[in-house]
């Protein structure tokens, strides 16, 4: 292995990238959501850039992985680092993973040879397992002193070594956890900024602890002022367990060039109780895929949205799907199928904004998804047929959005957009260039 100690590695010229064909889109996969999003690829549907496992899931999604790839997709390894130095989030299976161990993982852990080899184990599993990027081995950051910060920047620089010494072509992503108090620091961010221009990385995954799909119109202001600091790495920036009118929006502002969250789940980096010790949870990723209702920008359960619809004709008419590409029997699919209706409508919905001209996506952006949202959530929580926890629910978000529409509107006045956030290549473009 050779030192890294004292090189920077640089990313690659701007002007020697391809033209990217739209924002980038990973969905992250559930540990009971393979088989589902086999069928979704079967069909055809691969607008998006990849898939992301986790490293607990690598059999186990092994012909999805396989399918993947021959889609031409990226497929990214999570090694779940982030999970496994914490008490709260550490589980059992996770050390038995070949750089895990039987207690969270310690700064110590990933010194001399005792890290070397928890790098090689990870870069012989990305190899094995043909996986086009990684997520480096970084960890939670509590401040811009954390000392696993300069850790965690020796521990990606070492990967990338190993990775070049296996002539691997895998790209190597920097997930950057922390809190949003952290992040809305400007003296911190900008320590943690510099420290990072020594870290080799193709990207930057943006981690923010408890903000995601349901953030305020003021947090997501913030996310989006903080995260275009980071546009000075050079690299794409990526939200991570972010969706839905946050993650448009961060989109629509220039902030990140991309998105990453689940399949109807994750869409919130939720980290409650990970530093706290255990108190009998264990695991998850399980859960049933839920439906995706577009126009309210929710989600229910199965039997919940089918209530939903069945409560009147009018519910029916105004909030079932009627795009005959995922749902050619309407509300009828959109229930049965939940897994493709999402994925077409969030990979559409991510296409679209990015064909809008940058000069008016802020603006279609409030009036297409923001306004329309609102206006919908409005009409549904008039609903006289609809149960009471479900009318409580959305007279709440109706409230919530009045607020987030109200904020983003007054950020799109005063904005001025310095810059904007490098889109990620598709697997097809980078080809193209290596």
Known sequence: MSDSGNVIHLPRARQLRPTPTGFGLYLRVGHNQHCELLEVLGSGEKNFHGIVINAGDIHRHQELRSRALQAGLDVVLDPKSHAMALPGSYTPKMGELPWGNDR?????????QLGADKVLSLAETIEANRFTQVLSLTHLLNSANDKWLRRDIEITARLRD???NLSSSAGLIYPLGMPMEVLRDRLQRAAII????????DAIWLRIE???????GEKTVAFI?????FHALGVPVIADHVGGLSGMGALAFGAVGGLAHGLTFLEKFDTGGWRNPPKGRQG?????TR???QRLDMFMKKEDAKAFFDSSSRTHGRFGCRDTHCCPGGVNDMVSNPMKHFVHQRSNAVSDLATVPASIRVQNYIERQVRAVSDDVAAASGLGAIDDALKKKLVNRNTALGRF???ISHFADIDKMASAALVPLTRSERSQVD
């Open 104 to 112: 969270p993982h310690t700064y110590m852990d990933f010194e001399g």
């Open 291 to 293: 439906v995706y209702i």
């Open 162 to 164: 190993v990775l070049d």
């Open 194 to 201: 510099g420290a990072l221009a020594d870290a080799p990385m």
């Open 284 to 288: 998850g990723g399980g859960h049933s």
């Open 225 to 229: 002022e903080a995260a275009r600091d």
């Open 210 to 216: 408890n903000f995601g799909s349901d953030a305020t």
């Open 405 to 407: 529409r109200s904020a």
